[in-house]
């Protein structure tokens, strides 16, 4: 499938690729795994797609098909799978060509720019939530308020957790409130862990940061059979006494992404109630610009770069909500 690309957002994964200087896969390198566009062109086999259709490619670039993973519907955990960006060209262009598999439909109601996102960081925030164990009432928590993050508290609130947001700085805790944070811990003012203590301990402790150093004290803010699930990550070791989890039946899990029906999920989700990314456009060709801004941390909240192929919005289309 050759797709014409309208927007691709900026992860934090394209930084890393972007300064890579000896990628595996060798230069020439195009980065990009948010990608939202239009369908240009079918392969020969191709079948149940449409040429003008708007469409998602995201983190999820392909699998096997044959492995264990593969078979039992798994197909982000594949050993052998691709990513956009890494593994063949990405999305930082005016056309991409994917498997078939990696599409997900836009519903109407959401832009190219919106839904770009969705592809990785809306899908894997959406995604880390509802497969939680956490219901309706629980007491939620989102570490950071970043690209992640502020989808994170968002999708929290919508699904009708008590939603509690964690950063720095008591300048955010109106964004906090207006993303939809009933609760808002300045970690500048208090310890994480002993502020969701006060509060009754959380069910679940979604950290987005891309820091291990928090998370150990994280912990100490879950309730009994809490779960700390991390979705932002540096190369550091978690430093953690076993006492913490043993002793309150916790558990601390990762979670990396999901596949393109759940990201159609997500954008429909979305569609229906309300969630929304903040970014910040950019022309492809300032691509260095919106780098540096992200780099810098200035980004609210997600970067997206723009073709100027953008097609008016529709209210509804196939698959939406």
């Known amino acids: 499938m050759r797709i014409d690309v309208e927007a691709t957002g900026i992860c934090g994964a394209d930084i890393g690729t972007v300064g890579n200087p000896a990628p595996a ?11 939202a566009g239009v369908i240009a062109e079918l392969g020969p086999q191709v079948q149940g797609w449409d040429v ?43 056309t991409i060509t994917v498997p078939v598999s990696t599409l997900a439909r836009i519903p109407g109601g959401l832009s190219a720019a919106e839904a770009a996102p969705f592809g990785c960081a809306g899908v894997t925030t959406f995604n880390a939530l509802r497969t939680s164990g956490a219901g309706p009432g629980d007491l939620v928590a989102v570490l950071g308020i970043g690209g992640l993050g502020h989808l994170a508290v968002q999708f929290a609130a919508a699904m009708g957790f008590e939603t509690v947001a964690i950063g720095r700085g008591e300048q955010k805790r109106k964004l906090a409130e207006e993303l939809g944070a009933r609760h808002y811990i300045d970690t500048e003012r208090q310890e994480p862990g002993a502020g969701l203590g006060e509060l009754g301990g959380a069910r679940l402790i979604l950290s987005t940061a891309s820091s291990s150093k928090p998370l150990a004290e994280l912990v100490d803010g ?37 596949s393109p ?29 919106a780098l540096d801004t992200q780099q810098e941390g200035k980004a609210r909240f997600r970067m997206v770069l723009t073709t100027g192929a953008q097609r008016p919005l529709k209210r509804r289309e196939h698959g939406s909500a």
Do not use: N
């Open 25 to 35: 896969t060798g230069f020439p390198i195009t980065p990009g795994h948010e990608v």
């Open 222 to 258: 879950l309730a009994p059979h809490g779960r700390l699930t991390v979705v932002g990550f540096d190369g550091a070791p978690l430093q953690l006494p076993l006492a913490k989890l043993v002793m309150g039946a916790r558990s601390v899990t990762g979670h990396l992404t999901g």
């Open 261 to 289: 029906a759940d990201t159609e999920q997500a954008m429909r989700f979305a569609v229906a109630s309300g969630v929304r990314p903040q970014v910040q456009t950019v022309p492809l060709e300032e691509a260095q610009q």
């Open 52 to 94: 003008g259709e708007r469409v998602t490619v995201g983190w999820f670039g392909g699998s096997c098909g044959h492995c264990s993973a593969c078979r039992l519907g798994d197909v982000v955990h594949c050993p052998e799978r691709k990513v956009p960006g890494l593994s063949y060209a990405g999305g930082w262009s005016s």
